[in-house]
Structures are given as structure tokens and as C-alpha cells.
């Protein structure tokens, strides 16, 4: 799931998996709707991110290899 701010500038993401497939990798979670010429910054990390790759390859959400894992993500627009 995707949520973001009525201005654009904080997005938040949540990801579930269930179960994961052996020897299959998580693939990258394209987001929607944001400005393909910002830079988001994660909130948790510091990893800067361009918006134009958010929307064309995705977010990398790291998931635990477990089954049933999670993440919660805040990026926040940085400042032209």
C-alpha cells in the first residue's frame, strides 16, 4: 500500500509478503504518483532516492527472508 500527502512532499509505503518462493528475490515495488524529477529521502536510512526510479523501477524493501515479513517506509521530499 501507498499513502501520500495531499501536498506530494511524504509518502508512505507498507509492504507484506506472505511467503516467499525459494530461491526467488523480492522484486523492487513501483510507486505512483510522485514528482519524477524529486528526490525522496528515507526516513529510517537516509537513502536518497530519484523519483523518476521510484516510479519506472520501484523501491527495494529489504524484507526479512522469512515468511510473513514486513516494512514500513516514510520518504519525505527533499528540497529543491
Same mark, same amino acid.
Given at each position: 500500500?501507498?499513502?501520500? !500527502?495531499?501536498?506530494?512532499?511524504?509518502?508512505?509505503?507498507?509492504a507484506?509478503?506472505? !511467503?516467499r518462493?525459494? #530461491?526467488?528475490?523480492?522484486?523492487?515495488? =513501483? $510507486?505512483?504518483?510522485?514528482? =519524477?524529477?524529486?528526490?525522496?529521502?528515507?526516513?529510517?536510512?537516509?537513502?536518497? +532516492?530519484? #523519483?523518476?526510479? $521510484?516510479?519506472s523501477?520501484? $523501491? =527495494?524493501l529489504?524484507l526479512?527472508?522469512?515468511?510473513?515479513?514486513s516494512?514500513l517506509? +516514510? $520518504?519525505?521530499?527533499? =528540497?529543491?
Amino acid at each position: 500500500m501507498q499513502y501520500l !500527502s495531499l501536498d506530494g512532499r511524504e509518502v508512505a509505503v507498507i509492504a507484506l509478503r506472505r !511467503s516467499r518462493r525459494y #530461491g526467488h528475490h523480492d522484486p523492487a515495488l =513501483p $510507486l505512483r504518483a510522485l514528482d =519524477p524529477a524529486a528526490r525522496y529521502r528515507d526516513t529510517d536510512t537516509g537513502t536518497v +532516492h530519484h #523519483g523518476a526510479v $521510484l516510479l519506472s523501477h520501484g $523501491l =527495494p524493501l529489504g524484507l526479512a527472508a522469512d515468511d510473513y515479513a514486513s516494512a514500513l517506509v +516514510h $520518504l519525505v521530499r527533499e =528540497p529543491a
